[in-house]
C-alpha cells in the first residue's frame, strides 16, 4: 500500500464509505447532544422528568435498537450488497432528520427524544455493514491501516458533533441553523453512500429470521465457536465498558472536581477522542501493516498505567471556575491532560487490531452477524457500566475512586483474556523484542501467499530469527524448531503457544523426527504457512550451512510452494554465535538495522535442497 494508509483516501473502494461513516457518526452526536442541551440549559421537559432522569432516557432510548435489532442487521448486512444497505440507511437518515427539523420546530420534546430512537436503529443498522465490508473493499495489509482511520472518524466526529451540538443551540436563537445542519450532514452522507462500489453479499439465499431473540441468541452462539472472534468481542466490549465510564463521569469530574466550566469538560473530552484517533492511525506504522495482536497487551498497559494515574494526578478542587484556557495555563493540570490523551492514545492501539482480528478470522458469510454480535454485546456492556457506575455513586464513592477502580479492573480483565487466549501476549512478546532489538527492512513478503499451504525457508543465524519471521509475516506461522529450544525461557513460552513443531536428529530420538514431518504435513494439508531452517542448526561462522534434505523430503510427501527468504545482518547479535555461545554476553548491539527479504514461489516440482540453498545465499549477499 504505497503512500501509507491516507493514501486510501483517495480511492473509491474507501473514502465514500469514510464519509459515509463520518457524518452518519457527526450527525448521532449533533442530534443527541443539541436534545441534551436544550433539556439541560433551555428548560425542555417530557412527561414532567426532572433533567437528569430525561438525559439517562436519552442515553437508554439511543442504546435501545442495539438490542432490538442487531441481529437483523447483522443478516440484511450478509443477505443483500452492502453498498445498497448503506444507501437505504442514509435515505432513512434524512427522513429521521425531517421527523427531527418537525421537533425543533414545535419545540417538542416527544418527537425528539422519538428521533433519537430512530437515529439508534440507524446507527444499528449500519454498525454491522461498516466494519464487514471492509474486508472487500480493501486488501489484507490494508486492513489495519483502514481500520485506523475508520476509528480516528468515528472518535473525531463524535468530538466535533458534541461541540457542534452545543454551539447551535446555545448561540443561535433559531433553531433553523440545528436543523439545517442534521440535514445536511445527512444529505452528504448519502450522497457519499452512492458512491460506495458494489460488495455482493456471499449468502444472497440467506433467510432472514425476524425473531431478534432467537436470532440474537444464534448469531451469539456462533461466534462463541471461534474463540479468538469471541474473545476479541469481549476485549471490544470491555473497552466500551470503560469508556462508558469514562465519558459518563466526565462532565461531573470536569465541574465538581475539578473546578471547571463546560469548556473543561469539552477539552478533556477533545483529548480523550483525538487521543484515540491518533493510537488508532499509529497501529499501521506499529503493526508493519498487518493484523498485530501484541499491540493489543500493549494497549491495555497502557490503560491500566495511565489510568491509575490519572488518579493522582487529580489535583484541588479551584476555588473560581476556570475556563479551558486557565486550565491549560495551570501547570498542575498538565499531567492530567497527558493521562487523558494516553489513556486515548493506547486505547486506539487496544482495539483496532482486536476489529481486525474479527474481520480477518469470521468466516466471511458471517462477518456482518459477528459485528452484530459485537454490537449486542457493547450495548450489554455499556448498560452494566451505567448499573457499576451507579452502585458506586449509591455507596458515596467520589469519581476519581471510581476511575480508579475501573482501572484496576482493567489489570484483572486483561489477565483473564490473555490466560484464556495466550496468543495476545505471545505476539506482545514478539513484537517488544523485534521492535527493541531490531529495526527490520521487510521486502518481498508479499511473495506469501495471503492464502493456502507453503514452506518458508530461510538460513538459520541465531536464536531469534523465528521471532523476526513471526513478527514481520501477516499470516500466523508454523515453524519446525529444534526440541532444545523449548527449554530457554520466555522463548519457550512464544513457541509453544504458536503451536511450534518440536523436531529431533534421526540419532538423537527418531520417534521425534517422524511425528515431526507427521505434524508439517498435517498442517500444510489445513493450509497452514510452515517455516523450517533446512540447514538444522545455528551457524558457527556465519556462513549458510549446507540445506539437509528434510525439505525435500516435506514437499515430496505434500507438494506446495516454497518460499526462500534470507534474514541479513543478524549475525553478531547477542542472539548468534558470533562471539562464542549465544545470550552469554551484555548485548552490544540495540535496535540494530538488520533486512528480511522473501522471494517470489517456487513451485513443488521445482523445490530441490540444493537449488533453494543456493537461491537464499545469493539473497543474502554478504551482509550476514
Not at 211 to 217: K, S, V
Not at 310 to 337: C, E, N, Q
Not at 340 to 353: D, E, H, K, S, T
Not at 434 to 444: A, D, E, N, S
Amino acid at each position: 500500500m504505497s503512500g501509507g494508509q491516507f493514501s486510501l483516501m483517495k480511492t473509491r473502494r474507501f473514502l465514500p464509505l469514510f464519509v459515509t461513516q463520518f457524518f452518519g457518526a457527526f450527525n448521532d452526536n449533533l442530534l443527541k447532544n443539541s436534545v441534551v442541551v436544550l433539556i439541560s440549559f433551555h428548560g425542555m421537559r417530557l412527561f414532567g422528568l426532572e433533567p437528569e432522569l430525561t438525559i439517562q432516557l436519552t442515553a437508554a432510548l439511543f442504546i435501545l435498537p442495539f438490542f432490538l435489532f442487531s441481529a437483523t442487521s447483522g443478516q440484511l448486512c450478509e443477505k443483500y450488497d452492502k453498498a445498497r444497505v448503506a444507501r437505504f440507511v442514509k435515505q432513512l437518515e434524512i427522513a429521521i432528520m425531517v421527523i427531527a427539523a418537525m421537533g425543533f420546530t414545535l419545540e417538542n420534546g416527544l418527537i425528539l427524544m422519538s428521533t433519537i430512537f430512530l437515529m439508534g436503529v440507524h446507527s444499528t443498522l449500519f454498525g454491522p455493514l461498516k466494519y464487514s465490508v471492509l474486508p472487500q473493499y480493501l486488501r489484507n495489509d490494508e486492513l489495519v491501516g483502514g481500520n485506523g482511520l475508520i476509528e480516528m472518524g468515528t472518535f473525531v466526529s463524535i468530538i466535533l458533533g458534541q461541540v457542534a451540538g452545543t454551539v447551535l443551540i446555545d448561540q443561535f436563537d433559531s433553531r433553523l441553523a440545528i436543523m439545517v445542519a442534521l440535514m445536511l450532514c445527512a444529505i452528504v452522507g448519502y450522497v457519499a453512500a452512492r458512491q460506495m462500489p458494489p460488495a455482493p453479499s456471499g449468502v444472497p439465499d440467506l433467510k432472514v429470521d425476524f425473531n431478534f431473540i432467537r436470532q440474537t441468541f444464534a448469531i451469539i452462539g456462533h461466534a462463541k465457536q471461534n474463540r479468538s472472534v469471541w474473545l476479541s468481542l469481549l476485549g471490544i466490549s470491555w473497552f466500551w465498558f470503560l469508556g462508558a465510564i469514562y465519558l459518563s463521569k466526565l462532565p461531573t469530574y470536569a465541574s465538581e472536581v475539578l473546578g471547571g466550566k463546560a469548556s473543561v469538560y469539552t477539552l478533556l473530552m477533545t483529548l480523550f477522542s483525538l487521543g484515540v484517533g491518533l493510537g488508532s492511525v499509529l497501529c499501521e506504522k506499529l503493526s508493519g501493516r498487518k493484523v498485530e495482536l501484541g499491540l493489543v497487551p500493549f494497549g491495555s498497559i497502557g490503560l491500566c498505567l495511565f489510568g491509575i494515574d490519572l488518579y493522582f494526578a487529580t489535583p484541588a478542587k479551584a476555588l473560581v471556575p476556570m475556563g479551558w484556557l486557565d486550565f491549560i495555563s495551570t501547570p498542575s493540570h498538565w499531567r492530567l491532560m497527558a493521562d487523558f490523551a494516553l489513556i486515548g492514545i493506547f486505547g486506539g492501539f487496544y482495539i483496532v487490531p482486536l476489529y481486525a482480528l474479527i474481520q480477518s478470522r469470521s468466516e466471511p458469510n458471517f462477518r456482518s452477524r459477528a459485528i452484530a454480535a459485537n454490537n449486542i454485546l457493547n450495548s450489554l456492556f455499556m448498560v452494566v457500566s451505567a448499573i457499576f457506575a451507579g452502585v458506586l455513586a449509591a455507596v458515596k464513592v467520589d469519581i476519581p475512586t471510581v476511575l480508579l477502580i475501573a482501572a484496576l479492573l482493567n489489570i484483572l480483565v486483561a489477565l483473564y483474556i490473555y490466560s484464556l487466549l495466550p496468543e495476545f501476549l505471545m505476539r506482545f512478546v514478539v513484537w517488544i523484542l523485534t521492535h527493541t532489538m531490531y529495526r527490520v527492512t521487510r521486502t518481498g513478503l508479499e511473495n506469501i501467499p495471503d492464502e493456502g499451504p507453503c514452506v518458508l525457508v530461510c538460513n538459520h543465524v541465531s536464536f531469534m530469527d523465528a521471532l523476526i519471521i513471526a513478527g514481520a509475516c501477516r499470516r500466523p506461522v508454523r515453524f519446525v524448531m529444534d526440541h532444545q529450544i523449548f527449554k530457554i525461557p520466555i522463548i519457550s513460552f512464544v513457541f509453544r503457544t504458536a503451536r511450534a513443531i518440536p523436531i529431533a536428529p534421526a540419532k538423537e530420538d527418531p520417534e521425534m523426527k517422524n511425528r515431526a514431518f507427521d505434524k508439517v504435513a498435517e498442517e500444510l494439508a489445513a493450509g497452514e504457512v510452515v517455516c523450517i531452517f533446512p540447514e538444522g542448526k545455528i551457524t558457527y561462522d556465519g556462513e549458510i550451512n549446507p540445506f539437509r534434505s528434510g525439505i525435500d523430503d516435506i514437499i515430496k510427501r505434500t507438494p506446495v510452494p516454497v518460499v526462500p527468504m534470507a534474514l541479513r545482518g543478524m549475525w553478531g547479535s547477542f542472539f548468534s554465535r558470533k562471539h562464542g555461545a549465544a545470550m552469554q554476553r551484555i548485548p552490544r548491539r540495540f535496535w540494530s538495522k538488520i533486512e528480511l527479504i522473501a522471494d517470489k514461489p517456487v513451485p513443488a516440482e521445482q523445490v530441490s535442497a540444493a537449488s533453494l540453498q543456493a537461491q537464499v545465499t545469493a539473497m543474502r549477499g554478504e551482509w550476514k
